[in-house]
């Protein structure tokens, strides 16, 4: 068992109020905050990033799915994946190593011993359209 995502690698930082953050007014303060709140200072500590991803075929990719780069290195691990039918193409969230987090890097995610293209792409997948009055 892998353990728990830190909010700056699961890309949560958005579910932190300000207060408690660093350079907040009451900066820490909860359980865990030096751990989350050394990671927020220091970005490059990280071990894995939250990415979506987008397959390039038809192959819907499932949770735990094994995520390699194109030299075929173990970079992390599909959680959860399925057809995403607004966009028509199979989509996936997982894990990846920061190196390849940045969007648009073509990573191969292994479904029933076959490599299955997979780019990293923009989350959410499909832009929001509703009006913030």
Same mark, same amino acid.
């Given at each position: #068992? ?5 909010? @700056? ?6 579910? =932190?109020? $300000? ?10 303060? %909860?359980?865990? /905050?030096?751990? *989350? ?12 990033? $939250?990415? @979506?991803? +987008?397959?390039?075929? $038809? ?5 735990h799915t094994e995520l390699q780069s194109l030299d075929g290195?173990? #970079? ?10 607004? #966009?028509?193409?199979? *989509?996936? =969230? @997982? ?5 390849? /987090?940045?969007?648009?890097?073509? #990573?191969?995610?292994? *479904?029933?011993?076959?490599? +299955?293209? =997979?780019? +990293?792409?923009? =989350?959410? %997948?499909?832009?929001? $359209?509703y009006y913030r009055g």
């Amino acid at each position: #068992i892998a353990p728990p995502p830190a909010p @700056g690698g699961a890309a949560l930082t958005w579910a =932190m109020q $300000r207060v408690p953050r660093p350079g907040g007014a009451r900066a820490g303060g %909860f359980p865990g /905050a030096d751990k *989350v709140l050394a990671q927020l200072d220091n970005p490059a500590s990280l071990t894995r990033k $939250r990415v @979506g991803l +987008v397959a390039l075929e $038809r192959v819907p990719v499932r949770e735990h799915t094994e995520l390699q780069s194109l030299d075929g290195q173990k #970079i992390g691990e599909v959680t959860s994946g399925l057809l995403g039918p607004t #966009i028509d193409k199979p *989509v996936a =969230m @997982g894990y990846v190593l920061p190196a390849f /987090a940045p969007l648009g890097t073509r #990573i191969n995610a292994i *479904v029933r011993g076959k490599a +299955v293209p =997979m780019e +990293v792409s923009a =989350m959410p %997948f499909v832009p929001t $359209r509703y009006y913030r009055g």
